[in-house]
Nanobody, 120 residues
Framework: QVQLVESGGGLVQPGGSLRLSCAAS????????MSWYRQAPGKERELVAD????????NYAESVKGRFTISRDNAKNTVYLQMNSLKPEDTAVYFC?????????????WGQGTQVTVSS
């Protein structure tokens, strides 16, 4: 079955960096657009970034554009999120998943996520 295991989160000071990883299995990873999502306390889950199946195209939410970089390694079934110049408002649990319509987020499988806390 589908399994998504996120890692790499932690506590970082404003302006710092983190690199998140997500190991995927149970589906044809290299054929899927992959995305990173995040959910802050008391807020709805939001799409942060996505990357095409071959890694040739990326899209970012306006709030992270220029600071975050999504990448993937299809040989390792892994997607990454490099986060630089972190801000307190980036604090959230970060999840990876296939890119999906928002209408199905509530019924989709999600991994456990990885907590990112940006605080001095």
């Amino acid at each position: 079955q589908v399994q998504l295991v996120e890692s790499g989160g932690g506590l970082v000071q404003p302006g710092g960096s983190l690199r998140l990883s997500c190991a995927a299995s149970g589906f044809p990873f290299s054929f899927n657009v992959m995305s990173w999502y995040r959910q802050a306390p008391g807020k709805e889950r939001e799409l942060v970034a996505d990357i095409t199946s071959n890694g040739g195209g990326t899209n970012y939410a306006e709030s992270v554009k220029g600071r975050f970089t999504i990448s993937r390694d299809n040989a390792k079934n892994t997607v990454y999120l490099q986060m630089n110049s972190l801000k307190p408002e980036d604090t959230a649990v970060y999840f990876c998943n296939k890119k999906m319509l928002k209408a199905v987020w509530g019924v989709a499988y999600w991994g456990q996520g990885t907590q990112v806390t940006v605080s001095s």
